[in-house]
């Protein structure tokens, strides 16, 4: 069993930075994610790393958002710079097995999300 528990979000002007975090009770799988959900859209990926250390990231937050995490600390992270109005949703923390560290199918714990505001 695995428990994410988020933290970090709130509200920011467009252009500043947040970090959120994730703290992981439990064992940690081979992959752990981010994700965001808009109202009325769907839920997306974000950002993704595998056990290794290898990240993976949506085109739409190349360059301004870095996924890490600390294995001592058992927490993942996600700091994201830049941000945009576009960014706005609730962000999920999400752990689970898969090839692929981006893709949704490849989660099967979640958080409860923390709500990420940018305003322009």
């Known amino acids: 069993q695995v428990q994410l528990v988020e933290s970090g979000g709130g509200s920011v002007q467009a252009g500043g930075a947040l970090r959120l975090s994730c703290a992981v009770f439990?064992?940690?799988?081979?992959?752990m994610g981010w994700f965001r959900q808009a109202p009325g859209k769907e839920r997306e990926g974000v950002a993704g790393?595998?056990?290794?250390?290898?990240?993976s990231y949506a085109d739409s937050v190349k360059g301004r958002f870095a996924i890490s995490k600390d294995t001592a600390k058992n927490t993942l992270y996600l700091q994201m710079n830049s941000l945009k109005p576009e960014d706005t949703a609730m962000y999920y923390c999400?752990?689970?097995?898969?090839?692929?560290?981006?893709?949704?199918?490849?989660?099967?714990?979640w958080g409860q999300g923390t709500q990420v505001t940018v305003s322009s």
């Open positions: 439990g064992y940690s799988p081979y992959c």
């Open positions: 790393i595998d056990s290794v250390g290898r990240t």
């Open positions: 999400a752990a689970g097995w898969g090839v692929n560290c981006l893709h949704r199918n490849t989660y099967k714990y």
